[in-house]
Protein backbone atom coordinates (compact mmCIF):
# COMPACT_ATOMS: atom_id res chain seq x y z
CA UNK A 1 0.00 0.00 0.00
CA UNK A 2 0.88 4.02 -0.26
CA UNK A 3 1.37 5.94 2.93
CA UNK A 4 2.36 9.57 4.07
CA UNK A 5 5.62 8.27 5.97
CA UNK A 6 8.35 10.08 7.89
CA UNK A 7 11.58 8.42 8.97
CA UNK A 8 13.18 11.64 10.28
CA UNK A 9 12.16 14.61 12.03
CA UNK A 10 12.34 18.23 10.20
CA UNK A 11 9.64 20.48 8.16
CA UNK A 12 6.85 19.26 6.04
CA UNK A 13 9.81 18.00 3.30
CA UNK A 14 10.35 14.49 5.20
CA UNK A 15 7.05 14.00 4.64
CA UNK A 16 7.01 11.36 1.71
CA UNK A 17 4.43 9.38 -0.17
CA UNK A 18 6.13 5.52 -0.62
CA UNK A 19 5.25 2.06 -0.56
CA UNK A 20 5.13 0.40 3.09
CA UNK A 21 4.36 -3.27 3.51
CA UNK A 22 0.31 -3.86 3.53
CA UNK A 23 -1.39 -4.50 7.42
CA UNK A 24 -1.82 -7.52 8.33
CA UNK A 25 -4.82 -8.73 10.96
CA UNK A 26 -3.38 -10.36 14.16
CA UNK A 27 -5.75 -12.81 16.38
CA UNK A 28 -7.71 -9.46 18.04
CA UNK A 29 -7.46 -6.54 15.54
CA UNK A 30 -8.93 -5.25 12.21
CA UNK A 31 -7.87 -3.91 8.98
CA UNK A 32 -9.63 -0.77 7.80
CA UNK A 33 -9.85 0.78 4.14
CA UNK A 34 -9.15 4.41 4.28
CA UNK A 35 -11.81 6.54 3.06
CA UNK A 36 -10.89 9.26 4.44
CA UNK A 37 -8.47 10.89 7.64
CA UNK A 38 -8.06 13.89 9.22
CA UNK A 39 -5.39 16.03 10.32
CA UNK A 40 -4.76 16.97 14.13
CA UNK A 41 -2.03 19.32 15.92
CA UNK A 42 -0.22 15.82 17.05
CA UNK A 43 0.65 15.60 13.60
CA UNK A 44 2.76 18.39 13.60
CA UNK A 45 4.62 17.47 16.77
CA UNK A 46 5.33 14.00 15.56
CA UNK A 47 7.08 14.99 12.69
CA UNK A 48 8.66 17.43 14.57
CA UNK A 49 9.71 15.26 17.33
CA UNK A 50 8.57 17.92 19.54
CA UNK A 51 7.68 17.86 22.54
CA UNK A 52 7.42 14.20 22.02
CA UNK A 53 9.91 11.68 20.06
CA UNK A 54 7.20 9.52 18.04
CA UNK A 55 9.13 5.87 16.33
CA UNK A 56 10.07 6.21 13.15
CA UNK A 57 9.79 5.48 10.84
CA UNK A 58 5.98 6.87 10.87
CA UNK A 59 3.05 7.25 9.67
CA UNK A 60 0.98 9.59 11.68
CA UNK A 61 -2.95 10.18 11.81
CA UNK A 62 -4.99 9.54 14.88
CA UNK A 63 -8.42 9.80 12.73
CA UNK A 64 -9.70 7.62 10.33
CA UNK A 65 -12.84 6.66 8.88
CA UNK A 66 -13.18 3.37 5.87
CA UNK A 67 -14.38 -0.33 5.24
CA UNK A 68 -13.06 -3.12 7.34
CA UNK A 69 -11.73 -5.41 4.88
CA UNK A 70 -10.39 -8.07 7.33
CA UNK A 71 -10.88 -8.79 11.02
CA UNK A 72 -8.56 -11.56 13.31
CA UNK A 73 -9.56 -15.17 14.37
CA UNK A 74 -11.02 -13.81 17.73
CA UNK A 75 -12.81 -10.77 16.29
CA UNK A 76 -16.65 -11.05 16.59
CA UNK A 77 -17.69 -7.03 17.64
CA UNK A 78 -16.83 -6.55 13.98
CA UNK A 79 -17.47 -7.85 10.24
CA UNK A 80 -15.91 -7.37 6.91
CA UNK A 81 -17.48 -4.43 4.51
CA UNK A 82 -18.64 -2.94 7.91
CA UNK A 83 -18.48 1.27 7.79
CA UNK A 84 -16.57 2.71 11.13
CA UNK A 85 -14.41 5.25 12.23
CA UNK A 86 -11.82 4.55 14.79
CA UNK A 87 -11.25 5.64 18.67
CA UNK A 88 -7.67 7.01 18.56
CA UNK A 89 -7.11 5.53 22.38
CA UNK A 90 -4.95 2.81 22.65
CA UNK A 91 -4.71 0.81 25.81
CA UNK A 92 -3.69 -2.60 27.14
CA UNK A 93 -7.69 -3.25 27.89
CA UNK A 94 -7.11 -5.51 30.70
CA UNK A 95 -5.50 -3.56 33.83
CA UNK A 96 -7.70 -2.22 36.44
CA UNK A 97 -8.17 1.64 34.96
CA UNK A 98 -9.17 0.05 31.47
CA UNK A 99 -11.52 -2.45 32.68
CA UNK A 100 -13.22 0.48 34.93
CA UNK A 101 -13.85 2.54 31.96
CA UNK A 102 -11.20 4.73 32.37
CA UNK A 103 -8.43 3.81 29.70
CA UNK A 104 -6.52 7.32 29.98
CA UNK A 105 -5.17 6.09 32.82
CA UNK A 106 -3.51 3.07 31.59
CA UNK A 107 -0.03 2.91 32.06
CA UNK A 108 0.70 1.43 28.59
CA UNK A 109 -2.18 4.32 27.15
CA UNK A 110 -0.62 5.90 23.74
CA UNK A 111 -2.59 7.94 21.42
CA UNK A 112 -2.79 5.60 17.98
CA UNK A 113 -0.87 7.46 14.87
CA UNK A 114 1.30 9.75 17.37
CA UNK A 115 2.71 7.88 19.99
CA UNK A 116 2.11 4.28 18.45
CA UNK A 117 4.77 2.91 15.46
CA UNK A 118 6.81 2.13 13.93
CA UNK A 119 4.51 2.97 11.23
CA UNK A 120 0.66 2.73 12.24
CA UNK A 121 -1.17 6.06 11.66
CA UNK A 122 -3.95 6.84 9.56
CA UNK A 123 -2.43 8.75 6.78
CA UNK A 124 -1.71 5.59 4.19
CA UNK A 125 -4.72 3.13 2.00
CA UNK A 126 -5.29 0.72 5.08
CA UNK A 127 -4.90 0.33 8.72
CA UNK A 128 -4.53 -1.94 11.41
CA UNK A 129 -6.17 -1.75 15.03
CA UNK A 130 -7.59 -3.47 17.33
CA UNK A 131 -10.93 -4.19 16.84
CA UNK A 132 -11.97 -2.89 20.19
CA UNK A 133 -11.08 0.21 18.34
CA UNK A 134 -13.36 0.02 16.29
CA UNK A 135 -17.11 1.97 16.25
CA UNK A 136 -19.65 2.35 13.91
CA UNK A 137 -19.97 5.29 11.73
CA UNK A 138 -22.79 7.57 12.18
CA UNK A 139 -25.12 6.81 8.90
CA UNK A 140 -25.99 10.45 8.29
CA UNK A 141 -22.48 11.46 7.92
CA UNK A 142 -19.92 11.24 4.58
CA UNK A 143 -16.48 9.42 5.14
CA UNK A 144 -14.65 12.75 5.15
CA UNK A 145 -17.27 13.80 7.96
CA UNK A 146 -16.56 10.40 9.98
CA UNK A 147 -13.29 11.27 9.85
CA UNK A 148 -13.16 14.85 10.99
CA UNK A 149 -14.38 13.99 14.55
CA UNK A 150 -13.20 11.18 16.56
CA UNK A 151 -10.30 12.68 18.35
CA UNK A 152 -11.99 15.94 19.04
CA UNK A 153 -15.48 14.84 19.98
CA UNK A 154 -13.93 12.28 22.66
CA UNK A 155 -11.46 14.83 23.49
CA UNK A 156 -13.74 17.83 24.47
CA UNK A 157 -16.29 15.47 25.52
CA UNK A 158 -14.06 14.39 28.34
CA UNK A 159 -12.87 18.22 29.08
CA UNK A 160 -15.84 19.92 29.19
CA UNK A 161 -18.79 17.11 30.09
CA UNK A 162 -17.01 15.38 32.37
CA UNK A 163 -13.78 17.38 33.91
CA UNK A 164 -15.80 20.52 33.64
CA UNK A 165 -18.67 19.90 34.88
CA UNK A 166 -20.98 21.59 32.00
CA UNK A 167 -24.24 22.45 33.03
CA UNK A 168 -26.76 24.81 31.78
CA UNK A 169 -26.23 28.59 32.40
CA UNK A 170 -22.66 28.12 32.75
CA UNK A 171 -20.30 30.79 30.57
CA UNK A 172 -17.61 29.10 28.98
CA UNK A 173 -14.48 30.93 27.25
CA UNK A 174 -13.26 29.05 24.52
CA UNK A 175 -10.03 29.82 23.19
CA UNK A 176 -8.98 28.81 19.65
CA UNK A 177 -12.85 28.82 19.36
CA UNK A 178 -12.28 28.04 15.02
CA UNK A 179 -10.19 25.36 15.19
CA UNK A 180 -10.84 21.45 15.59
CA UNK A 181 -11.00 21.41 19.62
CA UNK A 182 -12.66 25.23 19.36
CA UNK A 183 -15.46 24.40 17.10
CA UNK A 184 -16.69 20.88 18.90
CA UNK A 185 -15.95 22.77 22.06
CA UNK A 186 -18.86 25.77 20.99
CA UNK A 187 -21.42 23.13 19.54
CA UNK A 188 -20.56 21.04 23.01
CA UNK A 189 -21.96 24.14 25.28
CA UNK A 190 -24.53 24.58 23.15
CA UNK A 191 -25.43 21.73 23.23
CA UNK A 192 -26.15 21.73 26.81
CA UNK A 193 -27.91 25.15 27.09
CA UNK A 194 -24.30 27.12 28.65
CA UNK A 195 -23.28 30.09 26.76
CA UNK A 196 -19.87 29.60 24.91
CA UNK A 197 -17.43 33.30 24.42
CA UNK A 198 -15.54 32.42 21.58
CA UNK A 199 -11.96 33.40 20.73
CA UNK A 200 -10.62 33.16 17.32
CA UNK A 201 -8.09 35.27 15.86
CA UNK A 202 -9.79 37.18 12.90
CA UNK A 203 -13.41 38.23 12.31
CA UNK A 204 -13.71 35.30 9.57
CA UNK A 205 -13.60 33.11 12.10
CA UNK A 206 -15.45 34.39 14.51
CA UNK A 207 -18.35 34.50 11.70
CA UNK A 208 -17.89 30.53 11.41
CA UNK A 209 -17.86 30.91 15.26
CA UNK A 210 -21.30 32.04 15.25
CA UNK A 211 -22.64 29.52 12.71
CA UNK A 212 -21.52 26.86 14.97
CA UNK A 213 -23.69 28.59 17.86
CA UNK A 214 -21.22 31.18 19.86
CA UNK A 215 -22.95 33.26 21.80
CA UNK A 216 -20.43 35.70 22.35
CA UNK A 217 -17.12 36.54 19.72
CA UNK A 218 -13.69 38.03 20.51
CA UNK A 219 -10.66 38.71 18.30
CA UNK A 220 -7.49 37.93 20.09
CA UNK A 221 -5.69 40.22 17.39
CA UNK A 222 -7.64 43.47 18.47
CA UNK A 223 -9.23 43.29 21.51
CA UNK A 224 -8.37 42.93 24.86
CA UNK A 225 -9.73 39.47 25.97
CA UNK A 226 -9.80 39.83 29.89
CA UNK A 227 -11.20 43.26 29.71
CA UNK A 228 -13.31 41.95 26.84
CA UNK A 229 -14.61 38.71 28.77
CA UNK A 230 -15.32 40.93 32.14
CA UNK A 231 -18.06 42.96 30.17
CA UNK A 232 -19.67 39.96 28.82
CA UNK A 233 -19.92 38.27 32.34
CA UNK A 234 -18.44 40.45 35.40
CA UNK A 235 -18.15 37.73 37.77
CA UNK A 236 -15.83 35.43 35.16
CA UNK A 237 -16.83 32.50 33.45
CA UNK A 238 -17.25 29.05 35.05
CA UNK A 239 -15.02 27.04 32.85
CA UNK A 240 -12.60 28.25 30.34
CA UNK A 241 -11.54 25.77 27.63
CA UNK A 242 -7.80 25.74 27.07
CA UNK A 243 -5.59 24.23 25.15
CA UNK A 244 -3.26 26.45 23.74
CA UNK A 245 -1.18 26.36 26.53
CA UNK A 246 1.70 28.95 26.71
CA UNK A 247 0.53 31.47 25.24
CA UNK A 248 -3.06 31.79 27.23
CA UNK A 249 -3.20 30.05 30.47
CA UNK A 250 -1.94 32.89 32.27
CA UNK A 251 -5.55 35.00 31.31
CA UNK A 252 -7.31 31.87 31.53
CA UNK A 253 -6.53 32.29 35.53
CA UNK A 254 -7.12 35.49 35.47
CA UNK A 255 -10.74 35.78 34.07
CA UNK A 256 -11.93 32.60 35.37
CA UNK A 257 -14.76 33.22 38.45
CA UNK A 258 -14.27 32.78 41.82
CA UNK A 259 -14.67 29.07 42.31
CA UNK A 260 -14.76 28.33 38.42
CA UNK A 261 -12.89 26.09 36.51
CA UNK A 262 -9.62 26.26 33.80
CA UNK A 263 -9.79 22.75 31.94
CA UNK A 264 -6.25 22.18 30.04
CA UNK A 265 -6.23 19.64 27.75
CA UNK A 266 -3.03 21.01 25.36
CA UNK A 267 -0.49 23.27 24.64
CA UNK A 268 -0.04 24.48 21.01
CA UNK A 269 1.74 27.41 21.83
CA UNK A 270 4.03 25.91 24.17
CA UNK A 271 3.98 24.12 27.45
CA UNK A 272 6.53 25.70 29.78
CA UNK A 273 4.21 28.43 31.10
CA UNK A 274 4.92 30.45 34.18
CA UNK A 275 1.67 31.22 36.59
CA UNK A 276 0.53 32.90 38.88
CA UNK A 277 -0.02 31.29 41.90
CA UNK A 278 -2.33 33.97 43.69
CA UNK A 279 -4.93 33.71 41.28
CA UNK A 280 -5.58 29.90 42.21
CA UNK A 281 -5.19 29.80 45.74
CA UNK A 282 -7.04 33.50 46.73
CA UNK A 283 -9.97 32.82 44.08
CA UNK A 284 -9.74 29.13 44.91
CA UNK A 285 -10.40 28.35 41.06
CA UNK A 286 -9.16 24.98 39.78
CA UNK A 287 -7.13 24.05 37.27
CA UNK A 288 -7.76 20.86 36.13
CA UNK A 289 -5.81 18.47 33.37
CA UNK A 290 -7.87 16.40 31.25
CA UNK A 291 -6.40 14.10 28.12
CA UNK A 292 -8.34 12.63 25.41
CA UNK A 293 -11.24 10.27 26.31
CA UNK A 294 -12.16 7.09 26.33
CA UNK A 295 -14.17 4.49 24.04
CA UNK A 296 -17.48 4.97 25.93
CA UNK A 297 -17.46 9.16 25.50
CA UNK A 298 -16.24 8.97 21.95
CA UNK A 299 -19.58 7.03 21.64
CA UNK A 300 -22.01 9.02 23.88
CA UNK A 301 -21.14 12.17 22.07
CA UNK A 302 -21.63 10.49 18.56
CA UNK A 303 -25.22 10.13 19.20
CA UNK A 304 -25.68 13.25 19.02
CA UNK A 305 -24.03 13.26 15.51
CA UNK A 306 -26.59 11.10 14.66
CA UNK A 307 -29.47 13.43 15.89
CA UNK A 308 -28.10 16.44 13.82
CA UNK A 309 -27.17 18.25 17.00
CA UNK A 310 -23.45 18.16 16.97
CA UNK A 311 -22.37 18.85 13.03
CA UNK A 312 -18.61 17.21 11.87
CA UNK A 313 -17.26 20.68 10.60
CA UNK A 314 -14.64 19.82 7.85
CA UNK A 315 -13.43 23.29 6.22
CA UNK A 316 -11.23 21.55 3.36
CA UNK A 317 -10.44 18.12 1.40
CA UNK A 318 -7.35 17.49 0.33
CA UNK A 319 -5.46 14.27 -1.27
CA UNK A 320 -3.27 12.62 0.86
CA UNK A 321 0.01 13.13 -0.94
CA UNK A 322 -0.77 17.15 0.61
CA UNK A 323 -0.33 16.68 3.91
CA UNK A 324 2.64 18.50 4.00
CA UNK A 325 0.52 21.81 2.46
CA UNK A 326 -1.99 20.65 5.40
CA UNK A 327 0.19 20.42 8.38
CA UNK A 328 1.85 23.85 6.95
CA UNK A 329 -1.91 25.19 6.72
CA UNK A 330 -2.51 24.51 10.74
CA UNK A 331 1.23 25.67 11.55
CA UNK A 332 0.54 28.95 10.14
CA UNK A 333 -3.31 29.00 12.02
CA UNK A 334 -5.20 28.77 8.85
CA UNK A 335 -7.38 26.23 9.38
CA UNK A 336 -11.30 26.58 10.23
CA UNK A 337 -12.46 23.35 11.54
CA UNK A 338 -10.70 20.01 10.70
CA UNK A 339 -8.96 19.18 7.71
CA UNK A 340 -9.47 15.61 5.84
CA UNK A 341 -7.12 13.84 3.52
CA UNK A 342 -7.94 11.29 1.38
CA UNK A 343 -5.72 8.17 -0.33
Known amino acids: MKAMVFEQYGGPEVLQWEEVPDP?????????RVRAAAMNYNDVWGRRGDPVQVPLPHISGSDAAGEVVEVGSEVRSVKARDEVIVHPGNSCRVCEACTRGEEFFCRQY???????????????????????????????????????FGLILETVWRQLVKRGRLT???????????????????????????????????????????????????????????????????????????????????????????????VSSGATSGYDAEIDLRHIFFRQASLVGSTMGSRADLVEGLRHVENGRIRPVVSEVLPMQELGRAETMMENDEVMGKVVLTP
Open 24 to 32: KAGPNDAVI
Open 110 to 148: KIWGYQTGPLDGAFGEYVRVPAVQVVPKPKNTTWEQASS
Open 168 to 262: AGDYVLIWGAAGGLGSMAVQVARLFNAHPIAVASSDAKLAFCKELGAEFLLNRTTQNIPQEVRKIVPAGPDIVFEHPGKATIGDSLRVVKWGGLV
